[in-house]
Structure formats: structure tokens, C-alpha cells
């Protein structure tokens, strides 16, 4: 059974430290408590006196010791079931899914059996995104595009912004070199103020960019007329 990874029944007997009792074939296996279930579990009683399916994990021959795994099998079938979910998905495909964490790089989302990754640049077109818990929280209904699926290694790369058509290429034909726009300054960052402009979208200007025409120093909240030195639709930088 441990060489071809057979599923066995077994009888838990007892409660014992750190685990359960089982009978397999006669013997006395060992079930630790951290190879139940795939989540902790904290009344070991509850499973005393019943059958259960098991895979032997370990056999150690010198000291007649089998350790037998229920947890092993959950595992399986959860394997197999992501492999299943991640057969039928497309490239383009939109799902909605439920932010299950949030790292600094990132949202994970669960799309009901597997797990994909929302890279922080793939959140927002326009907004510019320190952190994603600015966007969104644990929990969260989130709609999401299928970007890469890497059938190999289980793993999904998703977006959100890509809901939507790239606003840069509208932007290009707004904020073109030289046009002028009506802006707010709302936070100061190195070497200049980072300014509110038109359509939701952020600018940039440098600290010596910021004198105005009475020769005073534009100040934070001010709303003020700037013109387009730059416009890096790659960079997604006026």
C-alpha cells in the first residue's frame, strides 16, 4: 500500500499525544494531528471509533512504525479538482472571483476551487497603487481577466484593469505635448508635486516647474493651468 499509494481503510482506536490510533490491517498506525485535515484540527475525539480512508506516508521497519495520512488524500482531490477548473479556463476569459489575500505584490483570488494572482500593475489603469489594499479588502467581489494559465504549475495570472480598454490611448490624444490643462496639486513626492488632472488621471512636475507668475511658490490644494512637457504613454507618465 505505501509503494503503490494504495487508499486503505482504517479504524481509529484511540486518541493518543499528538494524534490518533489506527487500525489497518491489524496494525497500529500513527496518525498525527497535522495529517487529519487540511485545517487545524482542534477535538481529535470526534474521530475516534470511526473508519476512515487513509494513504500510508511513512514505514519504518526497524521500529514497526507505520504513519498513515487522511489529509494526503483531501490534498489529492483538491489537486485534481484545480487541474479540472483550470482545463476549461481561456485566455480573455472574465470571471468574478473573492479576494482571499493581499500581499505588497499583489491580490489572490478565488475563483471557487482555485486560486489566481492579480499582480499589483494589473489593478488600475490610472491610479497609482502603493499598496492593494488601497484598492481592495479581504473578502471583496472582485470581476477579473484571465491573463496566462500556466497548466503546469496550477497557477493563474489575473487582471482587472484589462475590463477596460487602455485609457492612455485616449490620453495620447488629449494631453498632447503643449495642450493645457486645469490641475491640483495633491501630494509632494521627490524632486516635485505630484498633480490631479483631468479624467482621474495623475501628472508630474518638477519642484522648479511650480514658480508661478508673481514668482511665489505653487503650494499643495492649488489648483492651477499646467502645460504638457511629456507625454510617455509606455511609462503611463505626463
Known amino acids: 500500500a505505501f509503494d ?3 487508499i486503505i481503510n482504517g479504524y ?22 497535522s495529517q487529519i485535515d487540511v485545517k487545524p484540527i482542534r477535538d481529535y475525539d470526534v474521530f475516534v471509533d ?7 506516508v511513512k ?7 507505520v504513519v498513515v495520512s487522511h489529509k494526503a488524500l483531501i490534498e489529492d482531490e483538491i489537486e ?3 487541474a479540472e477548473i483550470i482545463a476549461r479556463l481561456e485566455k480573455g476569459q472574465v470571471l468574478e472571483g473573492i479576494v482571499k489575500n493581499i500581499t505588497s505584490y ?15 500593475s494589473d489593478l488600475s489603469w490610472t491610479r497609482k497603487i502603493k499598496h492593494p489594499s488601497e484598492f481592495t479588502h479581504i473578502g471583496a467581489d472582485l470581476e477579473v481577466v484571465v491573463l496566462e494559465i500556466d497548466k503546469e504549475n496550477r497557477r493563474l495570472s489575473l487582471g482587472h484593469k484589462q475590463l477596460e480598454e487602455d485609457p492612455w490611448t485616449v490620453f495620447e490624444t488629449i494631453f498632447t505635448v503643449g495642450s493645457e490643462h ?3 496639486l495633491i501630494e509632494n513626492v521627490d524632486k516635485g508635486v505630484v498633480i490631479d488632472l483631468p479624467y482621474g488621471v495623475k501628472g508630474f512636475a518638477f519642484n522648479k516647474q511650480l514658480t508661478k507668475e508673481d ?24
Do not use: C, W
Open 4 to 6: 503503490s499509494e494504495e
Open 12 to 33: 481509529v482506536k484511540s486518541r493518543t499525544k499528538g494524534g490518533l490510533i489506527v487500525d489497518v490491517f491489524g496494525i497500529e498506525a500513527f496518525l498525527p494531528g
Open 50 to 56: 470511526k473508519v476512515m480512508e487513509f494513504k500510508v
Open 59 to 65: 514505514i519504518n521497519h526497524e521500529y514497526k512504525n
Open 80 to 82: 485534481a479538482q484545480k
Open 106 to 120: 499583489g491580490v489572490f483570488i478565488d475563483l471557487g476551487g482555485v486560486d489566481g494572482l492579480i499582480h499589483i
Open 182 to 184: 486645469e490641475g491640483t
Open 215 to 238: 514668482g511665489s511658490q505653487a503650494k499643495l490644494d492649488e489648483k492651477l493651468m499646467f502645460r504638457v512637457v511629456e507625454f510617455n504613454k509606455d511609462a503611463k507618465r505626463i
